[in-house]
């Protein structure tokens, strides 16, 4: 059985109290919100080809909160529900192939993933050490 994407609308990212510190009362098919930054490369592409690519997977899947890109490689970075760290790895895994076609991404392959809770992303933050600052949501170059 095949499980469709499912994700977070756009929005501050933070997605309100959904607990998402262990124990805070989730029961067992409860969501969290999962901070997701997926990178990409490959053989160069032309830039306004990885851009439209990217503003039209911005487009179909509004959830996307910033993407960066070059000629031959890309970040993109978005909030995910799920219930736990292997679903959120397992959609962001298969995002960009099963998107490759109708955005008409660049054959590129997976090479960074990573997936982090809530409150570790906002402790990051808080601390100093969290992702580059993203850039206003959309699609820009590095």
């Given at each position: 059985?095949?499980?469709?994407?499912?994700?977070?609308?756009?929005?501050?990212?933070?997605?309100?109290?959904?607990?998402?510190?262990?124990?805070?009362?989730l029961?067992?098919?409860?969501?969290?919100?999962?901070?997701?930054?997926?990178?990409?490369s490959?053989?160069?592409?032309?830039?306004?080809?990885?851009?439209?690519?990217?503003?039209?997977?911005a487009?179909?899947?509004?959830?996307?909160?910033?993407?960066?890109?070059?000629?031959?490689?890309?970040?993109?970075?978005?909030?995910?529900?799920?219930?736990?760290?292997?679903?959120?790895?397992?959609?962001?895994?298969?995002?960009?192939?099963e998107?490759?076609?109708?955005?008409?991404?660049?054959?590129?392959?997976?090479?960074?993933?990573?997936?982090?809770?809530?409150?570790?992303?906002?402790?990051?933050v808080?601390?100093?050490?969290?992702?580059?600052?993203?850039?206003?949501?959309?699609?820009?170059?590095?």
């Amino acid at each position: 059985m095949r499980r469709a994407l499912t994700s977070v609308g756009p929005g501050d990212g933070d997605g309100g109290d959904h607990g998402n510190g262990p124990g805070e009362g989730l029961g067992p098919d409860a969501s969290r919100l999962w901070h997701v930054t997926l990178s990409v490369s490959g053989k160069p592409a032309p830039l306004s080809e990885v851009r439209r690519g990217l503003e039209q997977l911005a487009h179909d899947h509004p959830f996307l909160l910033t993407s960066r890109y070059a000629g031959d490689h890309a970040e993109i970075r978005y909030w995910e529900e799920a219930r736990d760290l292997h679903d959120a790895a397992a959609v962001a895994l298969r995002l960009w192939g099963e998107h490759r076609s109708s955005a008409q991404l660049p054959p590129w392959e997976i090479v960074g993933l990573e997936v982090i809770d809530r409150a570790t992303y906002h402790q990051r933050v808080a601390e100093g050490y969290g992702p580059p600052p993203a850039h206003p949501v959309g699609v820009h170059p590095y």
